[in-house]
């Protein structure tokens, strides 16, 4: 019981203080970032828990709610609060509250059918969140106006401190990252993997994040948004197979790899997307979680063959298939349900912040100066 209490104060640690100070890097939208995040997580923890026990109880009449519940709930409303980097600062609460709801009953009906249809255990249709987040946040931010309007660049600017305490959040969810792929495994053997693999992956793409960032300025200094993404990105990549790595070495390699890619894809993705495919994201979810995600699914799979082969066994192309095609789904609901979110919330209804407001604390807080 201890032990789950824990498990379940550091998943709201990571929501509440990592992914809050996460995306307050930027100079004028720190507040709406950290208390819009306390806001979305208080929600959608309740919504998400009477989604998953409508969905997946059937006791007439009441919903039993659990620590399971809780820990369950708790990690799909983080859903939002990392697909909510992508359209920070260009929606107002109202429109996040929407996205929220649509989002959690998306994901949550995904959970379920990949785990009564297909089987899947809740400690790997919840490792689809990452992917799912990723592309769900990007094709939201497609859906808004585009590009991102003159007059906002200024605003679109991070500065030191803000920096610093997004920085903080990416130190919260550095830490609590091994609890974060643990949280759902059941058998102890597989919760130390999970724990030690995901530490390994993490601290490599930590050491990767410094070392090629500095590598890749002309006068070896190190940009510190470089950092911010790419040293979480050990524990995105090994989140779907940490607890089936045997051999440190495979969960530092994807550590490398991962934070080779995450930075790779900040330096470079930006470019393609605003330019050719016209998204604008605030907060380089796809080059944190997108793609790192994208590299752990692929990793499971090809884990899972080779567990299949070695164990002599004919049902090599049945587990490959599976794997695939849980993937595949959570691909496909995450794009169409984030292009219906992103036309919801293009309506008139919704009194969306004007476009010259965008990245603006002063568009939803009250803000007083004081002059001595």
């Not at 104060?9 to 996460?22: C, E, H, N, P, R």
């Not at 089936?244 to 994807?254: E, F, N, Q, R, T």
Request: aromatic share 12%; hydrophobic share 50%; glycine share 8%.
């Amino acid at each position: 019981m201890p032990g789950t209490v824990l498990v379940c104060q550091d998943l709201t640690v990571m929501a509440v203080l990592g992914l809050g100070f996460f995306t307050s890097n930027l100079r004028r939208n720190s507040w709406s970032s950290v208390a819009f995040n306390l806001f979305l997580l208080a929600l959608g923890v309740q919504w998400a828990i009477l989604l998953d026990g409508f969905l997946s109880q059937f006791s007439p009449g009441k919903v039993v709610i659990k620590l399971l519940s809780i820990r369950l709930a708790t990690r799909s409303a983080m859903s939002m609060l990392i697909s909510v980097s992508a359209v920070l600062g260009k929606v107002n609460l109202v429109q996040l509250v929407v996205m929220e709801l649509v989002e959690l009953t998306v994901f949550g009906t995904m959970r379920m059918v990949v785990s009564n249809i297909l089987g899947i255990d809740y400690h790997m249709n919840m490792m689809y969140i990452h992917v799912f987040t990723a592309y769900f946040g990007l094709t939201v931010a497609w859906c808004l106006p585009k590009p991102v309007p003159k007059g906002t660049e200024d605003k679109y600017q991070t500065a030191t401190s803000p920096s610093l305490f997004a920085m903080l959040g990416t130190l919260f969810l550095w830490m609590f990252w091994p609890s974060f792929n643990s949280a759902l495994l059941i058998y102890p053997i597989e919760r130390k993997n999970a724990v030690f693999n995901t530490y390994y992956a993490l601290a490599v793409s930590a050491v990767t994040a410094i070392s090629v960032s500095s590598l890749a300025h002309p006068r070896g200094k190190i940009n510190m948004t470089y950092m911010h993404n790419a040293a979480l990105a050990g524990g995105v990549a090994v989140s779907a197979s940490c607890h089936v790595i045997h051999s440190p070495w495979i969960a530092m390699v994807l550590g490398l790899l991962a934070g080779l890619i995450s930075i790779g894809g900040a330096k470079c993705l930006p470019v393609c997307f605003n330019r050719v495919l016209g998204i604008h994201e605030s907060h380089s979810v796809h080059s944190t979680f997108g793609l790192p995600g994208l590299l752990g699914e692929i990793t499971y799979i090809v884990l899972m063959a080779l567990r299949v082969v070695w164990a002599s066994s004919n049902m090599i192309g049945f587990q490959v298939l599976l794997s695939t095609g849980t993937l595949s789904l959570a691909m496909a609901m995450s794009i169409t349900s984030g292009l219906l979110t992103g036309l919801l919330l293009n309506l008139k209804i919704w009194k969306g912040p004007h476009v010259a407001k965008y990245f603006d604390d002063q568009a939803f807080w009250e803000v007083r100066f004081f002059t001595y």
